[in-house]
């Protein structure tokens, strides 16, 4: 494997980990509950104003969910191509564009709304992403 092909497959792993350690909190132990007591009582019983058939607290749980969902489908798909595919993943500007601006939403993401863990790793992968398509492109293209 290439050195690009290895700093794009280490991004896409980092960011895979990443949701697959949220997925877990999400559905396991006390990380992602409010240390405030009662405050998950009350979001149990509080439905946001777009809909009654759902509550607070399954909105929050669906939401951690699927955004550990994205992040996993992002590092077995760009780790998928990395190691498997780098011929595609290079040849194409869209896929490198594409994944760049995914960890960069993410990156933004986490300035705002996380905490310095997550934050971090994102912006590892970024910068490890960053380089792998700069190595690739920096050598005369794919």
């Known amino acids: 494997m290439n050195p690009s092909s290895l700093l794009v497959a280490a991004a896409a792993a980092l960011v895979l980990a990443l949701g697959l350690i949220h997925l877990l909190y999400t559905f ?7 240390r405030a007591v009662g405050l998950r009582a009350a979001m149990e019983a509080t439905s946001p104003r777009i809909s009654s058939a759902t509550t607070m607290w399954r909105a929050w749980v669906g939401f951690n969910a699927s955004h550990s969902l994205g992040a996993i489908l992002f590092g077995l798909v760009y780790g998928y191509l990395a190691c498997t595919l780098p011929e595609v993943l290079f040849a194409s500007r869209f896929l490198c564009a594409l994944g ?4 960069l939403s993410y990156a933004t993401l986490g300035w705002f709304y996380w905490f310095s863990v997550p934050f971090a790793g994102v912006v590892i992968s970024a910068l490890l992403f960053a380089a792998g398509i700069a190595g690739r492109f920096g050598t005369g293209g794919p």
């Open 100 to 103: 760049m601006g995914v960890l």
């Open 28 to 34: 396991h132990g006390p990380k992602l509950t409010p």
